[in-house]
């Protein structure tokens, strides 16, 4: 057992599938999230879309929190933000829904820089202070706004139609759209946390002084990282509002902040495919722990923060490569000694 | 002989740098010059302002007067970020290499201020992003060659012994193409044949790449071995300056060092 | 003038809890260095307890000292179990988590053992309103400023003129040195979270009657006390009373004053407070800096 233990609670490089693997792994999740949507209910599909929704946070997040050792807790706050861009634009003022992705997407990372120029100045204790104060008032915001965001009575919508050409219904086409906009988040992420930007960040996280000797500047890489985390968030905020119909104040309270942060936690800090492991913890858990009792889905959330910080720090993925890292090593002695 | 495409050594002056951190005094205004491709030894007992003043060339700390400048360049007038595009490189007392990455991760976070692409690029997978992480990678694998550390490039940098760490921590100091390259106690930790050898790569990568050396270093066979030049701090202040030889017999480092002033 | 004597009056006993709740975070960071986001929650929790044995049939005089018992083992336990392991590997990143983890936690088992119906707390003090001049203050109100002295006296009296204290300081101040000379720096840092712990349950408790006990009742005032001890610095006792009676004063008075921040957006008004002091003066009205080296 404390072997175990010892093995999770390292920090380990991810693990590097050799080529034909990920492929071959690649086209079938692919194949099968592409056809799954046809033949499934209604429920399933929107249960699936708000794992994508869930999913396109947690990659800002693993790019903020994972890769960069920032700590946001207000990231909730630029959801909400996405949300009613979204609301407002696409369904008060009728514009095209899709439009309203990139509209969110570039205030939210508009915001977002305003907000880490002085937010990211901070220690990571005040940065933890500040974020979770947004958290905080975050609501009581959204309700200050009334004439625009009807507060707590919200906005009901009716937007993200699929086209007649494609004879699918609303959930299938939501999914797709969904599903779409992840992966190409998941890929512009991949991007970002390898090459050089990547190494900027890690730096950042493990080492600020060393970093900085490398000629990183702290402060605009720390900036840009968490614009465009929050833009991610907000246009996962768009997402929601397709997938639910419907926004208002009492969706974004922290609770939702605490969701996102639990996403990350248990699917692994600094784990990409993690990320998506958190977003299914995090839909699914409440859906079945709901009969036990109602508050059984957050006590959850809060065991599992406190139970992955001491188990697993390095949450799923961090298991896995546990798990992985000496059977791909084995493998490769392998092949080199046939060679 | 320096390589083809490599800046040529540079010449640090350092001009009555003075640091305090609230009542003690770290610096007390020493002034030396390194002269293009010496060595030179920083000594002193512990305490004496060595680190302090490598940590004032990288801009971590700001001194609160005096010079440093780089052919003729007043480092104290960048950001700690734009010291390495200045020409400096560093390595740290405690190692600077981040554990969890792997051995040529590490060494190619010395390529940051060599390459462009920014946020922008590499979330759109742009084709300069692509040329520049190539290029870069061919680069730290010679480096990682060139120091026989090759074989180790995809293992992680957390659980190699000190001596290897110390010189993957050197490789990646090579990939800024540093003009001047400081190491902090290079041999620290080291069993003596590691540091013959680590003196011995020292030497050659000087001749081979041509850039100056800061090296602050305790074991005194190590510095007696490669120093051109020896600068001994006491207290902040500069006791000595001069050739090796010289330095060594001077009484006021003989006394620093004995403890004559403890 | 009435109403600005009477808007600041309420302000200073909304303040009195922000600045009881700004201690105990103040407490914890002093000997932790961190700010535990639970503690509100903790006191929340600790008020459900006294509610819960005087629900059983207890008189608040018993069920009151129980539930700071409680308390304070809670407290002391969570800084042992939880903290303590964190801390020595100095995993910041951890510590916020589990802090979070243990407010999600306790806000849910509250929700589940008593449910979001809000419970009748009743008061220590009955009684009409007592004048002050041209203005009015509760008996229970009255009885919360004279527990919150009561804290800040018996603090200051632990503080400074108790060697269990004296460790309390050094542990603060320097650890390892503290570790040299003998002090029980260990047994500081418990303590210190079971004392946290106590000031929050006695003024939760005190509080329940006007604030509507239910799950998450301290969430808001958690919001003003990390303000309150922004504003003081965090690692200043007297600091976390005048920035919790600040903070009570400010708030109040922008509510109701200041045009566009009416009683729903006031949350901004502590917000912002958090914001400007981070960044003009981030450590606070009467912290010490803290010299950064590399």
Known sequence: MNRILRAVHKPRPSLELPAWLSLTTG??????????????????????????????????????????????????????LGAYVSAVLAGTAGWPYLLAIPVAAAVGWGVGFVFGLPALRLSPLSLSVVTLALAL???????????????????????????????????????????????????????????????????LR???????????????????????????????????????????????????????????????????????LGAIFVVYMPSWTAEINESASGLMYGVALVAFMFLMPYGVAGLLRAVGGPLLQRREQRAGQQE | MPRAGHPAAGTLKVRDVRLRFGGVVALDGPSFEVAPGEVCGLIGPNGAGKTALFNCVSGLYRPDSGRIA???????????????????????????????????ENVLGGAYHRTRAGFLATGLGLPLMWREERRERERARGVLDSLGLAHLERHPASGLPLGTLKRVELARALMLRPRLLMLDEPANGLIIEEVHELAEVVRGLRTGYGFSVLLIEHHMGMVMSICDHLVVLNHGQKIADGPPDEVRNDPAVVEAYLGGSV | MTVLLQQILDGLTAGVLYAAIALSLVLVYRTSKLVNFAQGELATFGAFLTWQFHDWGLPLSVALPASVAVSFVAGALMERTLIRPLLESSNHLGLFIVCLGVLVTLLQV????????????????????????????????????????????????????????????????????????GLPVTATLTFSWGIAAVI?????????????????????????????????????????????LVVGVVENLAGTYVPGIGQDFKQAVAFAIIMIVLLARPQGLFGSRTVVRV
């Open chain 3, 200 to 244: 929050g349950t006695l003024m939760a408790s005190l509080v329940a009657p006007n604030q509507f006990l239910q799950p998450g009742m301290l969430l808001p005032v958690l919001l003003y006390s990390v303000a309150a001890a922004t504003l003081g610095g965090l690692d200043s006792p007297v600091g976390a009373i005048v920035g919790g």
């Open chain 3, 110 to 181: 509250e929700a589940w053992i008593w449910g979001y119906q809000v419970k009748e707390m009743p008061n220590v003090a009955e009684g009409p309103p007592i004048a002050l001049g041209p203005t009015m203050i509760s008996r229970q109100n009255v009885v919360i400023i004279a527990a919150c002295v009561l804290i800040a006296v018996a603090l200051w009296f632990l503080f400074q003129r108790t060697r269990f204290g004296l460790a309390m300081r050094a542990a603060s101040d320097n650890t390892p040195s503290a570790n040299l000379l």
């Open chain 1, 206 to 276: 493990d080492n600020e002084a060393v970093a900085t000797t490398m000629g990183i500047r702290p402060s605009t890489t720390k900036s840009f990282v968490f614009a465009t985390s929050t833009a991610l968030a907000a246009v996962a905020g768009v997402l929601y509002t397709y997938v639910t119909q419907f926004v208002a104040a009492d969706a974004f309270h922290l609770t939702l902040a605490i969701a996102f942060l639990t996403m990350v936690v248990v699917g692994g800090l600094g784990s990409l495919p993690g990320v998506i």
């Open chain 1, 27 to 80: 086209v079938i999740v692919l194949g099968c999230l592409l056809y799954a949507p046809l033949i499934s209910a209604p429920y399933a599909n929107t249960q699936r879309a708000l794992v994508c929704v869930y999913a396109v946070v947690g990659l800002g997040l693993h790019l903020l929190t994972g890769m960069t050792g920032q700590i946001s807790l207000g990231h909730g706050f630029f959801f909400a």
């Open chain 1, 137 to 203: 008032i975050t609501p009581s915001l959204i309700k200050r706004f009334d004439d625009v965001t009807h507060g707590a009575r919200g906005i009901a919508l009716d937007i993200a139609a699929p086209p007649a050409w494609t004879g699918l219904d609303r959930d299938q086409w939501v999914f797709y759209i969904c599903l779409a906009v992840t992966t190409l988040t998941g890929v512009m992420c991949r991007l970002l946390s390898r090459g050089r930007t990547g190494r900027a960040m890690r730096g």
């Open chain 2, 70 to 104: 780089l052919d003729g360049v007043d480092l104290l007038s960048l950001r700690a970020d734009q010291v390495a595009g200045a020409g400096v490189a560093r390595t740290f007392q405690n190692l600077g290499l981040f554990p969890a990455q792997s051995v040529l």
